[in-house]
């Protein structure tokens, strides 16, 4: 340490102490404890037919108290509440009939608290027979982990911003990353069995005896790790799982009726969902008859929310589509020089709401200089210049009013553009967008590509409850994309949706009749600049193309 800053050092002990010793003549005020704590507790509903309430398991607290300043409830469900007027209104949600003991805390001037308990017998009648009826099938059903599909494991944040408390922001595991280490393969042998027994539903969850514990609840099964970790541990047995309404900070989104069921799954003794986070109670975001979303907060950490995929299918990182399509049934091999087919392809031009409502900087226009047919190969120019208001100009074709379809296998042979900033896409757009508005319609993107991020090819489906960032994505480094041609495939079938490139499979959902991958769609090529995926633009960029060889639909 320097002689300077010793210097300084002394120099400002010195004053602090001569601050010290001057007179004391601070006065903090009186401390008063509070006296005559009172509280009452109004079950809603309660009737002399009704002595537990209505079955909303709902409970208004009132707690008066002189020279208290503010007031603490604090339940045996080990939740809490805060209150300055001592108001309070309590949801319990254990289903049945159940008595709590309610601690109050009244706190004086100076922190001096007052405390008294209170106890109330409360029913909850909360029920989703419609959810019991998709995990078990009616009987019992098995549940596997959706290894296959990017975020089937992931972590977000836990508060009130409703633009990110209710997808994992954070972290999100990629299609079968876990199986890439003996550490962590084990997740993948998770066999999760809801069934009902005597109406009452039960969960066994199977492992091979090894668990996938988060680091911090590695000496639960009595070792130790800095990292996450398979870990030999018993999961238990059969458990009994109560279902109650979700108070989670989701459910205060102003959207929250599309991103949550609003249902919790809690299970007895212990009991989790095949991840070790110390939770034993999770969230049901979505779920259909062989797709599940789940939401848990970790244990003792509440900042923190881990999100849970799973499927009925169990893990392959080969699936089966279960059906091969092979009548070409529509195709455009852009032999003939000039415009687009017109009785194949139509336009869509401008720069659309907010940049077709993803920032994007271009504006899309139908003149040959951004669209033509030539020497064999559809290609699509974005170009550095003032167009339509815009910076840049660029096109975008579609088959909207010329083709549409449900179901088959989708081939497009292409060579992507290059630059910072350029978003080609290959998709596929439901054609009820207009009284369906997205994402209720649907959206099937086979490819896009991010020229900030080169060679890394994203397929994305994207529908309610999965729109915008949230979208259900899967990625694979690809070489060469923009100075070779690739196949770019989709699978479509009623079971599955799966996307490659080159027969190297990207993404695979499951489908169902719950999602809108059951009507017709139709074709969408673009070169998009910048925007919410595309990013910054290379002040540098000037133009490139995505060329297109052929575009074949299979059924």
Not at 71 to 84: A, E, F, L, N
Not at 414 to 430: V, Y
Not at 454 to 469: D, E, F
Request: hydrophobic share 35%; net charge negative; proline share 5%.
């Amino acid at each position: 340490m320097s002689k300077k800053i010793i210097i300084k050092i002394v120099s400002l002990f010195t004053i602090l102490l001569m601050t010290g010793c001057q007179k004391d003549d601070f006065e903090f005020g009186s401390i008063d404890t509070p006296t005559n704590l009172n509280v009452t507790a109004e079950i809603v509903g309660k009737t002399p037919t009704n002595p537990n309430g209505d079955g909303s398991g709902i409970v208004k607290f009132v707690a008066t108290a002189d020279n208290a300043i503010s007031y603490k409830y604090i339940y045996d469900d080990g939740t809490s509440d805060s209150s300055p007027n001592g108001k309070i209104t309590k949801r319990f949600t254990k289903t049945g009939v159940n008595k709590y003991t309610v601690t109050v805390a009244a706190s004086g001037k100076g922190g001096i608290v007052s405390n008294t308990t209170i106890d109330v017998e409360v029913q909850s009648d909360f029920s989703d027979d419609q959810a019991v009826q998709l995990l078990t099938g009616g009987t019992s059903k098995k549940w596997y982990w959706a290894a296959g599909e990017a975020g089937h494991l992931g972590v977000g944040q836990n508060d009130g911003d409703p633009a990110k408390n209710f997808y994992a922001n954070y972290y999100q595991a990629g299609a079968f990353e876990k199986a890439a280490s003996p550490t962590s393969s084990c997740l993948y042998d998770n066999v999760l069995t809801f069934s009902v027994d005597a109406g009452q539903l039960k969960y066994q969850l199977n492992n091979g005896g090894a668990t996938f514990f988060n680091a911090a609840f590695a000496s639960v099964a009595g070792g130790s790790s800095p990292d996450d970790a398979c870990l030999s541990y018993d999961t238990g047995g059969i458990k009994t799982v109560s279902l109650s309404p979700s108070e989670s900070v989701v459910t205060k989104n102003p959207d929250h009726a599309t991103q949550t069921r609003g249902t919790m799954l809690n299970f007895s003794d212990g009991g989790f969902m095949g991840y070790y986070i110390g939770q034993s109670s999770y969230e049901i975001l979505s779920i259909t008859a062989n797709r599940m979303v789940v939401r848990a907060v970790m244990g003792g950490n509440p900042a923190l929310a881990w999100y849970h995929v799973f499927t009925t299918t169990p893990p392959n990182q080969n699936p089966d589509p279960g059906v091969d399509y092979t009548n070409l049934i529509w195709s455009d091999d852009f032999n003939v020089d000039g415009a687009p087919d017109p009785t194949k392809w139509n336009y869509d031009l401008g720069q659309g709401s907010n940049g077709w409502g993803n920032n994007e900087k271009q504006n899309y226009t139908n003149t040959a200089a951004n669209v033509i047919v030539q020497g064999g190969n559809l290609k699509i120019t974005a170009k550095k210049e003032a167009s339509g208001g815009a910076a840049y100009s660029s096109a975008r074709l579609k088959t909207d009013d010329k083709f549409k379809f449900t179901y088959g296998k989708i081939e497009i042979r292409a060579k992507l553009p290059i630059g910072a900033g350029t978003w080609p896409a290959i998709w596929m757009l439901g054609s009820n967008y207009t009284t369906n508005p997205w994402p209720a319609c649907g959206e099937i993107d086979i490819m896009e590509h991010v020229g900030n991020n080169q060679n890394v090819i994203l397929s994305t489906l994207h529908y309610p409850g999965r729109s915008g960032g949230n979208g259900n994505t899967g990625s694979k480094t690809i070489a060469n994309v923009s100075t070779e041609f690739h196949v770019y495939k989709a699978i479509w079938s009623p079971t599955l949706v799966i996307t490659y490139v080159d027969d190297v499979m990207i993404h695979s959902v499951p489908n169902d009749a719950s999602l809108p991958f059951n009507n017709d769609f139709f074709l969408i090529l673009n070169v998009a600049m910048g925007g919410n995926l595309g990013g910054n633009i290379d002040p540098a960029f000037t133009q490139s193309s995505m060329e297109i060889d052929y575009v074949k639909v299979y059924q």
